[in-house]
Every structure is written in structure tokens, then in C-alpha cells.
């Protein structure tokens, strides 16, 4: 977890405090270190496939295609934004819900909110782009939880201290609050994260499970993780046996060409609760052009999963949670 601002030391012993810090975390996490490094070697040949092909389905509307935005200014920031390191701010955490077209509020039901965590790289006008596809693949309000971008570089350090290292970071808190809060007042809460939101997932999950009240709430929780590249995600089995089924309950779905999904769920069977959907020969990392389509059409699980019962608008029944006693 990130230290706490108070204790940290100011002016120029600043530097110097966050540089031993590091280097604490590097010595004590040097076999996770070493593994990353290793797969990354290892599976650098899929490195190209990360955005290309570009429109790889009839129904997609690619991230990085201009005609997917509405004005060619949009496109030039989501570009400029992950070329350019700076310090952004948060879009939406939680509070900016988007509705699939013509949707109608429900007069009653049960107390549901569906979230999105979105990945790295992501500017405000692409987080609501891939908000508004899964909005309507699934036909429900979705409340997006931007993590803003810093930039391609800062991005990448941030997604691998935070696996790696094991720091927590300034991301991963607010989302965790949202998702907390959301709990102690809904019903039933679904949590679709995608890229790097599965790191902030998998943390948040640990937060849940390691709080004796929150415990009491987690079986409320739905977690699907899309191109995950968290190295771990763990289900608790005392909730697991009290509720007759997996809690939270998780579901994965990956690209077997995708780069951050080899290095991520693909390599990490063993410490990875939830069912595990893959398309072995299917490229591509990006969430609207590689994976919602083919989240809409079952492509990955052929209806099997708990997930491709959403789509559309329908609910799963109580018998549709796929059973899991693989202890990681």
C-alpha cells in the first residue's frame, strides 16, 4: 500500500527517501522481477499484434481509428495523450454513468450498478468510447471508472510497480472506495475490468476479503477481467462454501496472441481463481476492436460463461456460476 503522505520526508531528503524505497521493493520482489523480465522476453514476438489489426471485425469501432470519434480533435488528443507524459486527472470515478441507446430505466429490480475499469493509455474521450460499447453489448448503464493516462511511459511503470512491485499506487485507492461504497448500498455489483483495471482489480479484491465487514458483502460481487495482465486473483473458499458459489465471482476471457494477456492471465493459471475463456489464435489487446465483439457473440465461451448471459440486456440465473476448487 502507498506510504502515507505524513511520514514521508520533504525537501531534499525527498529524492533520496523515494529512491531507498524503490530500491527495497526491487530487493524484496526480485523474483517477481525476474519473472516479468522472462516473460516479456519470451513473448516479445506479440508485441506488434498490441493495436494491430486495426478493425479486425465488421462491428468494431477501434480505439485508434479517427471514424470511431466524433471529431477529428478527439482523435488528435487520445493520440497526443499517450504520446505526451503529463500529470492528467480523473474523467469520471464512478459518477459519469453511460446509457446503450434507447434504454429504460427499470421501475423496480434488484439494486444493481455495473462499473468499468479501463486500461492504461486511455484518454477521457477513449474510456467513454469503450464505455459506450460495452453499454450497449451488454444493454446496460455502465459507470465508468477512468484511470487517467500519464502518458505511454509512466503508464507502463505505474502497471509494473503496482504487479511487480506490489505498490498499490494512487489508482487503485479511489476505485477501491467506489467499488466499497457501491457494496455497502446495492444489491448485486458487476466489475468489468479491462488491461491494467484487472491490477487494480486484483487489489481490490484483497482490500474486500481482508476487511471483516466488507467480507460480509462480497459475495455481492461479479468481477470480468478482459485481456487481464494481473498476475493473480484469488476467490476466498470459506465465502465460497457459505454462498454455493466462487466469491466474488470471477470470469477471464484473452486473446491468445495478445501480448499483455500472455504475460498476464495466460502465465499465471496457478494463482488465477475464475474460469479462464481464451481464443488461442486470435491477436489483438484493444478492448473494442479485439474483445467486445466477440464478447457479444460468445466467441470465446459459446454461451458457456456467466458473462455472455448479460449480453443484451438478459440476467443469468442462479445456476449459471461455473464451479471453481483449483487452489492457487
Same mark, same amino acid.
Given at each position: 500500500?502507498?506510504?502515507?503522505?505524513?511520514?514521508?520526508?520533504?525537501?531534499?531528503?525527498? &529524492?533520496?527517501?523515494?529512491?531507498?524505497?524503490?530500491?527495497?521493493?526491487?530487493?524484496?520482489?526480485r523474483r517477481s522481477l525476474a519473472r516479468d523480465i522472462g516473460l516479456i522476453a519470451r513473448n516479445a $514476438?506479440? %508485441?506488434?499484434? #498490441?493495436?494491430?489489426?486495426?478493425?479486425? /471485425?465488421?462491428?468494431?469501432?477501434?480505439?485508434?481509428?479517427?471514424?470511431?470519434?466524433?471529431?477529428?480533435?478527439?482523435?488528435?488528443?487520445?493520440?497526443?495523450?499517450?504520446?505526451?507524459?503529463?500529470?492528467?486527472?480523473?474523467?469520471?470515478?464512478?459518477?459519469?454513468?453511460?446509457?446503450?441507446?434507447?434504454? !429504460?430505466?427499470?421501475?423496480?429490480?434488484?439494486?444493481?450498478?455495473?462499473?468499468?475499469?479501463?486500461?492504461?493509455?486511455?484518454?477521457?474521450?477513449?474510456?467513454? %468510447?469503450?464505455?459506450?460499447?460495452?453499454?450497449?453489448?451488454?444493454?446496460? &448503464?455502465?459507470?465508468?471508472?477512468?484511470?487517467?493516462?500519464?502518458?505511454?511511459?509512466?503508464?507502463?511503470?505505474?502497471?509494473?510497480?503496482?504487479?511487480? %512491485?506490489?505498490?498499490?499506487?494512487?489508482?487503485?485507492?479511489?476505485?477501491?472506495?467506489?467499488?466499497?461504497?457501491?457494496?455497502?448500498?446495492?444489491?448485486?455489483?458487476?466489475?468489468?475490468?479491462?488491461?491494467?483495471?484487472?491490477? #487494480?482489480?486484483?487489489?481490490?479484491?484483497?482490500?474486500?476479503?481482508?476487511?471483516?465487514?466488507?467480507?460480509?458483502?462480497?459475495?455481492?460481487?461479479?468481477?470480468?477481467?478482459?485481456?487481464?495482465?494481473? /498476475?493473480? @486473483?484469488?476467490?476466498?473458499?470459506?465465502?465460497?462454501?457459505?454462498?454455493?458459489?466462487? !466469491?466474488?465471482?470471477?470470469?477471464?476471457?484473452?486473446?491468445?496472441? /495478445?501480448?499483455?494477456?500472455?504475460?498476464?492471465?495466460?502465465?499465471?493459471?496457478?494463482?488465477?481463481?475464475?474460469?479462464?475463456?481464451?481464443?488461442?489464435?486470435?491477436?489483438?489487446?484493444?478492448?473494442?476492436?479485439?474483445? #467486445?465483439?466477440?464478447? $457479444?457473440?460468445?466467441?470465446?465461451?459459446?454461451? $458457456?460463461? $456467466?458473462?455472455?448471459?448479460?449480453?443484451?440486456? @438478459?440476467? &443469468?440465473?442462479?445456476? /449459471?456460476? #461455473?464451479?471453481?476448487?483449483?487452489?492457487?
Open positions: 500500500m502507498p506510504d502515507s503522505l505524513a511520514s514521508e520526508p520533504s525537501g531534499l531528503l525527498a &529524492p533520496l527517501h523515494h529512491v531507498r524505497t524503490l530500491a527495497g521493493r526491487l530487493v524484496r520482489n $514476438r506479440s %508485441l506488434p499484434w #498490441i493495436i494491430f489489426p486495426l478493425r479486425s /471485425d465488421e462491428e468494431a469501432r477501434p480505439e485508434f481509428a479517427p471514424a470511431s470519434y466524433q471529431s477529428r480533435w478527439e482523435y488528435l488528443s487520445v493520440v497526443g495523450q499517450v504520446l505526451l507524459p503529463a500529470q492528467r486527472s480523473s474523467a469520471s470515478e464512478g459518477t459519469r454513468v453511460i446509457l446503450p441507446p434507447g434504454y !429504460v430505466w427499470p421501475a423496480t429490480g434488484k439494486q444493481t450498478k455495473w462499473f468499468f475499469l479501463n486500461g492504461i493509455c486511455t484518454a477521457p474521450t477513449m474510456a467513454l %468510447l469503450e464505455a459506450e460499447e460495452l453499454a450497449k453489448a451488454f444493454y446496460r &448503464p455502465i459507470h465508468l471508472i477512468h484511470t487517467p493516462t500519464y502518458g505511454a511511459v509512466w503508464d507502463l511503470w505505474d502497471a509494473m510497480t503496482a504487479r511487480t %512491485l506490489r505498490k498499490d499506487g494512487k489508482l487503485a485507492g479511489p476505485a477501491f472506495n467506489i467499488v466499497k461504497n457501491a457494496l455497502l448500498t446495492h444489491e448485486h455489483i458487476v466489475l468489468l475490468s479491462y488491461s491494467q483495471g484487472t491490477i #487494480i482489480s486484483s487489489y481490490i479484491v484483497r482490500k474486500i476479503l481482508k476487511d471483516p465487514e466488507l467480507r460480509k458483502h462480497a459475495h455481492k460481487l461479479e468481477i470480468y477481467c478482459l485481456a487481464g495482465v494481473a /498476475d493473480s @486473483l484469488h476467490i476466498d473458499y470459506q465465502l465460497t462454501a457459505e454462498h454455493g458459489h466462487p !466469491v466474488p465471482y470471477v470470469e477471464h476471457f484473452a486473446n491468445g496472441q /495478445d501480448f499483455f494477456a500472455r504475460i498476464g492471465v495466460l502465465s499465471h493459471y496457478y494463482a488465477t481463481s475464475g474460469a479462464v475463456f481464451v481464443r488461442p489464435e486470435k491477436r489483438g489487446h484493444m478492448l473494442t476492436d479485439h474483445y #467486445i465483439p466477440g464478447l $457479444r457473440r460468445a466467441d470465446y465461451c459459446q454461451g $458457456r460463461s $456467466r458473462l455472455s448471459k448479460y449480453v443484451g440486456g @438478459l440476467e &443469468p440465473s442462479d445456476k /449459471d456460476y #461455473i464451479a471453481f476448487d483449483r487452489r492457487g
